[in-house]
């Protein structure tokens, strides 16, 4: 049996995005997550990457088709235009036309520059004027001003400052509408940073239909646009679960990477993390070590029932559970309370570990027994930070768990390598990490265990060197008599580590502390800068990666003189 089929959960077309499809064109209902670039491109199969865009996909759905074969997105395909990160709910969803022939496209476009096109948008916008005089008067401009545009509005339906507005139009591109809705005061809902404008999960902006000398194409307007307006409950689970598997296409279709985040649910309070064919599911839960077996069993029962679901919806090998208690201060002994049964709940026993591929490299998880699986897979792209750009470099990696910084080090070409941890069976699994990689020099390759607040001064007495230290400590951690808590602490760890790092160094500084965010991380780096006497001549913020979307690993890479 093929266990997590990436056909079935990553399949190129859907058979439900066709609208029509013609000869020499295309149409499909496209989803938000799923990017259209603009422009022209060849249907080149061997050179182009498996981006998550429906060239890409369109190339994988026809594997025959010559890659002299031209495709071409017709009618404001620009989603570039409306935001950075189209892949992550950003793009507009709706009717999206594909012409496979340059003169098919040249007749979409004579056609629209005729007027012999009209275009039918569904927009969620904020800032919509109430029913007072004032608003009513307002509410009038707006008419107005788009009818100026030549741009047809129907208000759908208002609750608060929240409105569904359909527009038609005969030309332009839609990034226009977002520009001149913003000029009039309303604001198209979407992710987005600022904190006056409540977060929404993907941009709502919906062409819903095509009407032209071809035929009428169109695209039924999302439930999430009510849910939006009503300000309701998000979507439901399997809803969120399927955008989360299109906004990982690129991840999923990879064979260099095995292990990824499938979902970081926070209306659920759960995570979902694919390790190869098995899965691990995690739930906060309001539990600590006073909990009785009755409050355990009744969250582990709820648990059981949510990995047979996500099991069978996946087709994983198995499905493990671990109980995560809400407060990260809480330090339990997971196994012995109950937290993290050894043994799958759902699917296969499949031993004590398996071995996962990031990037290329092979990596040992431990699924059962603890709520830690051995590697942390909000730091992938962090490690493939430090493996492009630490060739040569002697590697110092604080609080390395099973040393997966340091084994990508060396699979750069570190000269050398320092892994200090505080357990001895993580950097038991550290050492198979590297034996796993082809890297046995233990002398090249050094594990310490240990206290790493105890054994940066010893190093720095005995005058060792680096050129790189990272430093990714737990929020909170207690070693004999020691507790180190990152929100009150992380600045003396920093000024410790510099006296570590050679002139010129960098330094790589994480924290997935909830209390920590970006800012205060650069300020916490700025403050042991200063503990320490040296210069911080530049800041790189790392960005979170494309499956930790909600950033909670804070990092960046500062430079010292």
């Known amino acids: 049996m093929a266990w997590f089929d990436a056909e079935m959960l990553w399949p190129a077309l859907p058979p439900a995005w066709l609208l029509a499809e013609h000869g020499d064109w295309l149409a499909l209902d496209k989803p938000t997550d799923v990017a259209c670039p603009p422009g022209m491109e060849r249907l080149d199969h061997a050179q182009h990457p498996r981006r998550n865009d429906v060239f890409s996909r369109l190339r994988r759905a026809e594997p025959e088709a010559p890659a002299s074969l031209p495709l071409c997105a017709v009618f404001d395909p620009l989603d570039g235009d409306l935001a950075q990160k189209p892949a992550s709910g950003c793009a507009v969803s709706g009717v999206c036309i594909l012409s496979r022939r340059p003169e098919t496209s040249e007749t979409f476009t004579q056609h629209e520059a005729q007027g012999r096109v009209r275009l039918t948008a569904v927009v969620g916008v904020h800032g919509w004027p109430g029913d007072k005089h004032a608003d009513r008067e307002r509410r009038d401009v707006l008419a107005r001003r788009f009818a100026e545009l030549a741009l047809t509005l129907r208000q759908e339906r208002v609750q608060g400052p929240r409105a569904l507005l359909t527009l038609q139009y005969a030309s332009g591109r839609c990034f226009d509408l977002v520009r001149e809705l913003a000029r009039l005061g309303l604001t198209v809902a979407g992710p987005r940073d600022d904190p006056l404008l409540p977060r929404a999960p993907r941009l709502f902006l919906h062409r819903s239909e095509v009407a032209m000398p071809l035929g009428t194409l169109q695209a039924p307007v999302p439930p999430s646009f009510s849910r939006w307006l009503a300000d309701a409950e998000p979507e439901p689970f399997e809803e969120r679960l399927d955008a989360a598997l299109r906004r990982r296409y690129t991840l999923g279709m990879t064979q260099e990477t095995t292990a990824f985040r499938l979902l970081d649910s926070v209306s ?73 049964p050894q043994a799958p709940v759902y699917g296969l026993q499949v031993g004590d570990a398996v071995e996962i591929l990031e990037n290329g490299l092979k990596f040992g998880a431990r699924l059962g027994g603890g709520l830690g699986t051995g590697i942390y897979l909000d730091q992938r792209d962090n490690r493939r930070w430090v493996r492009d750009h630490c060739a040569g470099l002697r590697v110092l990696n604080t609080f390395a768990y099973t040393c997966a910084f340091s084994v990508a080090a060396a699979a750069g070409g570190a000269l050398r390598t320092v892994s200090i941890d505080a357990a001895a069976s993580a950097l038991a699994d550290g050492r198979a990490n590297f034996e796993r990689n082809g890297f046995e020099d233990a002398e090249r390759h050094d594990l310490i265990r240990g206290d790493v607040f105890h054994w940066l001064p010893r190093l720095a007495r005995r005058g060792d060197r680096f050129d790189f230290i990272i430093l990714d400590p737990p929020s909170y951690s207690r070693v004999k008599t020691r507790r180190f808590s990152a929100s009150s602490d992380y600045a003396d760890l920093v000024a410790t580590a510099l006296g570590l790092l050679a002139p010129g160094g960098s330094l790589l500084a994480c924290s997935n502390s909830l209390g920590i965010d970006r800012k205060r991380l650069h300020q916490m780096v700025m403050d042991g800068a200063h503990l320490a006497g040296r210069n911080l001549c530049a800041v790189q913020h790392r960005p979170p990666s494309l499956d930790h979307p909600g950033g909670r690993m804070k990092a960046l890479v500062a430079r010292f003189d």
Not at 298 to 324: D, H, T, W
């Open 268 to 340: 659920d309070d759960l995570t979902i993390d694919r390790y190869g064919p098995d899965v691990v599911l995690s739930s906060l839960v309001d539990l600590n070590e006073k909990a009785g077996t009755a409050a355990v069993q009744a969250e582990l029962g709820a648990g059981v029932a949510m990995a047979r679901r996500i099991g069978e919806r996946l087709g994983a090998r198995s499905v493990y559970l671990k109980l995560r208690p809400r407060q990260t201060n809480t330090l339990v002994d997971a196994v012995a309370a109950g937290l993290a």
